[in-house]
């Protein structure tokens, strides 16, 4: 009898599997996706429906062809691709492209963990491909692809070439920018604490701190001590007083386990503990679900569940295994009565999830660290540990609060508060519960409220002494920077993405150059800050954050069964063309009624460069006045750029004043004396000019010609480099490393970014500085040339075509396609490559570059 042919996406996975399956299996790799829409080209005909012309991925043709030829020996086939829209989208692609004989059953199974229990109880449990959730799927790609089309067609014709605009990433990308600006526009103000520290008359070894809280039995605000005087009044008034004991509370506090891991809080915790990326926190799980080989009898194993989740939820023999370890390793105090349950929080969430988990309780991560690597070791280790911590019993504090009465002359009756009271607070641990495991980290401004702090024992009505008053100056700070963590969290409490997304929104934003990563927090690009503008300009819907959240869930009802795909896309579209239309309007340099404040002579005409809108004068080049300008009630006001000597700033060149000037690449600092002086100075994003490069005394250990001066680089990091540049490009972070110059090792290393350009344009214009001469080349040779340069035409990638609507199949009969006008079985015949059926692609307003495929969610 023929094997059963089970389908996964990876061959780690396969492996695992197939191990568990043994003889009568033979478990085979997609190695992902096999069938996508194209790149050169929208690939979705919107006049039929939105129908999505899908062609084979390069480089998968072999992949099927093996597929094909065991589908076609198998006796049943078996799509154990992921559990998640994703991995039922690539089961239905692969079915659609692999010709499975007709009297062949298909089989979808899915399974939370790679472990023999699991994927046995899944191959007993087969059901049909669920269209629902390939419709969620295909709607979002659809979407995604129409969007990032049209966005990036508008960037590239009103900022520059080459860049590309998603649906998700630009609100990312907003959020970052629009944090910045706060920053940017924060106003800090002062305010001042008063703080002392006491001790007990007999005691006089160990103080102990309060915090002023009431003045004449008031509460004070934050701001009620605004400044350095009134805290000096408060602090003289004190001088002298007594200190009284006026109240004690004791209580036990609770603090409860923390649920285990979802895909958002794995890839937070990972962020602030491990330090790691989004991109990389996934990586690494999809490497302990797919299988770790930890020797012995076990041999490849997935070491965790299904790491794309948002649910909270444990299956109850994990939690009933996780209880057992707790009691034989902690002790039965260690665990709850009641084994604990958890809500999910987050909206669409898919319950039949369970949340991210070890598979085997009981496997210690210090029992197989040598079997992981490095990063392997510290994710699993973090994952176990939240988990087991999830099933255990609160932490319980001895909690103590002592407000203290102060004053020169304290009031008899104990009950009556004094001039000024102080709080001081303790807090013991007293039974550590899911402590003994696991703490959770913390955001920034984040505080942990249960850090032990030690009181003596005090009495009520007992006199303490004077140790220290303290005076404390604050100001308030701006909202901190997006880092992995707070951008993931803000993304999923806005409800925008879903667990699949998050790394790839992270990601993208920072490779398409929109924002930089310093310090491990998100900073906005110059070009991320006008993109952002731009879209929220023209696109302010599209990139408005609840109408990105209700898309969300609507592809969530979609995949429940409640919406149609089509319907959504179709009203989603509508609204996105309606702004496409008005934003794709050609922009052509428009002529103002405004004249030329320079010569007079021309007019002022609105233009866009690379950093944006600005003006000019319409006489360029005879006259060359550019100048930035807002619209108010729109007319075009200029905006003043103080052209008055600057004495605070001295042109490096010949010490003389300087003044601001507009160039190509915004604005900078010239001499007074140009054009016999020609010394500059760069401005940064808040308008301060840049300190000139400093001489070293130090030459060039390159080219031996020049001398190292010393730079400021990116958010302020100094470096040395030659001052030959671009002719020498010697460049070092630390003066040391001069006297370590090895030219072998220089001269193996690539070129530095910028500089191999700068060279050719160095050399370009010493070329054009010397005589022509005649070059001329015969014209056999010419064509000789260009025949040669002409490359061979690439063989037509062949297409096969789907309808966006397929109908649910059953387990045992072949899944089919239909769109949302008829219901018709599509079959491709038994032949080596399927025949093509995909109508044209409409060309339509919405279809963009077709050179690069530019959408990205």
């Known amino acids: 009898m023929s094997d059963k042919l089970v389908i996964v996406e990876s061959p780690a996975k396969a492996k695992t599997i197939e191990k568990y399956l043994g003889k009568g299996y033979t478990v085979i790799a997609s190695i992902g996706h096999v069938r996508d829409l194209p790149k050169q080209e929208s690939a979705i005909d919107i006049a039929n429906d939105y ?6 991925m390069p480089g998968k043709e072999r992949v099927i062809s093996d597929l094909r030829a065991a589908a076609r020996k198998a006796s049943a086939v078996y799509m154990a691709t992921d559990p998640d829209r994703e991995g039922e989208a690539i089961a239905w692609h692969i079915v659609e492209s692999i010709s499975v004989p007709r009297k062949t059953p298909i089989h979808r199974v899915t399974f939370t963990e790679i472990t023999p229990n699991a994927v046995r109880a899944a191959m007993e449990h087969p059901r049909s491909i669920d269209m629902d959730l390939v419709n969620a799927q295909q709607a979002r790609r659809i979407v995604d692809r129409l969007v990032g089309y049209g966005l990036s067609r508008v960037l590239w014709n009103r900022v520059r070439r080459g860049l590309s605009g998603g649906r998700v990433q630009s609100v990312a990308v907003r959020l970052v920018v629009e944090r910045e600006r706060e920053i940017q526009a924060f106003v800090k103000q002062e305010y001042w604490s008063i703080e002392a520290d006491l001790l007990k008359q007999k005691d006089k070894a160990t103080p102990f701190r309060g915090n002023l809280i009431e003045v004449d039995g008031k509460k004070i605000e934050k701001f009620y001590v605004a400044d350095e005087a009134h805290a000096g009044r408060i602090v003289a008034d004190l001088q002298h007083a007594q200190w009284r004991v006026q109240s004690i509370e004791r209580k036990d506090k609770k603090r409860n386990a923390p649920p285990p891991f979802i895909t958002s809080t794995l890839q937070q915790e990972a962020s602030r503990k491990l330090g790691f990326s989004a991109k990389k926190t996934m990586m690494v799980a999809q490497q302990l679900y797919e299988g770790i080989d930890i020797g012995g009898s076990e041999g490849a194993v997935g070491l965790i569940t299904y790491m794309r989740t948002d649910s909270v939820n444990v299956a109850k023999d994990a939690q009933d295994e996780a209880r057992a370890y707790i009691s034989a390793t902690y002790g039965a105090d260690a665990i709850p009565t009641k084994p604990n349950t958890y809500t999910t929080k987050a909206k669409g969430a898919q319950e039949a999830h369970e949340a991210i988990r070890p598979t085997l309780a009981a496997r210690n991560p210090s029992d197989i660290r040598g079997k992981m690597n490095h990063d392997q070791a ?30 020169t002359v304290l009031p008899a009756d104990q009950a009556t508060k004094g001039p000024y009271t102080f709080r001081a607070t303790g807090s013991v641990l007293k039974v550590p519960g899911f402590l003994a495991v696991y703490n959770v980290g913390l955001d920034d401004g984040e505080e942990d409220e249960d850090k032990e702090r030690r009181l003596p024992v005090l009495a009520i009505a007992e006199a303490l002494a004077l140790h220290l008053l303290s005076p404390l100056q604050h100001f308030t700070e701006p909202p901190p920077r997006y880092s992995d963590a707070t951008l993931i969290k803000e993304l999923e409490r806005l409800g925008i993405g879903r667990p699949s997304t998050y790394s790839t929104i992270t990601a993208t934003i920072v490779d398409r150059k929109y924002v930089e990563v310093a310090a491990g927090r998100y900073i906005p690009t110059t070009l991320g800050e006008k993109v952002n503008d731009l879209l929220v300009e023209d696109f302010d819907k599209i990139v408005d954050y609840p109408y990105t959240s209700l898309l969300e869930d609507r592809l969530d009802l979609v995949a429940e069964g409640h ?6 896309v179709d009203e989603y579209y509508k609204v996105f063309l309606v702004a496409l239309e008005h934003a794709r309007k050609e922009r052509v340099d428009t002529v103002t009624a405004l004249p030329c404040p320079k010569c007079d002579a021309g007019m002022l005409m609105v233009k866009f460069g690379s950093q944006g809108e600005f003006v000019g004068c319409t006489r360029y080049p ?7 300008f807002v619209r108010t009630d729109g007319a075009i006001v200029l905006k003043t750029i103080d052209t008055a000597p600057m004495p605070d700033v001295e042109c490096p060149t010949c010490k003389g004043p300087m003044m601001v000037r507009r160039g190509r690449f915004g604005n900078f600092l010239a001499c007074m004396g140009y054009p016999s002086c020609k010394g500059t100075l760069r401005l940064d994003k808040t308008g301060k000019p840049v300190a000139p490069p400093e001489p070293t005394g130090i030459t060039c250990p390159k080219c031996s010609a020049h001398e190292l001066l010393k730079r400021k680089g990116a958010f302020g990091r100094p470096f040395y480099g030659c001052s030959g540049y671009p002719n020498c490009d010697y460049i070092v972070n630390d003066l040391a490393e001069v006297a370590t110059y090895d030219p072998a090792v220089e001269a193996a290393k690539p070129p530095r970014r910028g500089a191999a350009a700068a060279r050719a344009s160095a050399a370009r214009n010493a070329a054009a500085a010397k005589p022509k001469r005649s070059t001329a080349t015969p014209k056999s040779a010419k064509s000789t040339k260009r025949a040669a340069a002409t490359p061979a035409k690439k063989p037509a990638t062949k297409r096969t075509s789907t309808s966006a609507t397929p109908a649910k199949s059953a387990g045992t009969k072949r899944a089919s396609v239909a769109s949302t006008k008829t219901s018709t079985s599509v079959r491709t015949k038994k032949s080596a490559t399927p025949r093509a059926v995909a109508p044209a692609v409409r060309k339509t307003a919405a279809t963009s570059p077709r050179s690069v495929d530019r959408e990205v969610e």
Do not use: H
């Not at 005879?622 to 930035?628: E, G, N, Y």
């Open 51 to 56: 129908l999505p012309n899908y062609i084979v």
């Open 378 to 407: 510290r994710l699993y280790d973090l994952i176990w540990k939240r988990f087991i911590a999830s099933q255990m019993a609160p932490a319980v504090f001895d909690s103590q609060t002592v407000d203290i009465a102060a004053g």
């Open 622 to 628: 005879d006259c060359s006045f550019t100048s930035d």
């Open 563 to 568: 919406e149609k795909w089509l319907a959504v």
